[in-house]
């Protein structure tokens, strides 16, 4: 299997899970204060929206780049 067509498998199975699931969260730790033998932290958590159209849009050029080189070889 070579670069190219790992490549379109990996855009093609990222698509398809952003169109599963959506958004992600993921937590960031914004503030962190110590005083004394005293800790604190601030964490938040932040969504982020993975858009439609960018989930079907690797969709299609990675199932583009599978097909551009098929038709590579003979």
Do not use: C
């Amino acid at each position: 299997m070579n670069g190219t067509r790992i490549v379109a498998i990996v855009l093609i199975l990222a698509g398809i899970a952003g169109l599963i699931y959506r958004s992600f969260t993921y937590t960031d730790k914004t503030h962190e204060t110590k005083v004394g033998p005293i800790e604190v932290a601030v964490k938040e958590k932040e969504t982020v929206q993975i858009p439609v159209w960018a989930s079907a849009g690797a969709i299609v050029v990675g199932a583009g780049i599978l097909l551009a080189g098929a038709r590579k070889k003979p």
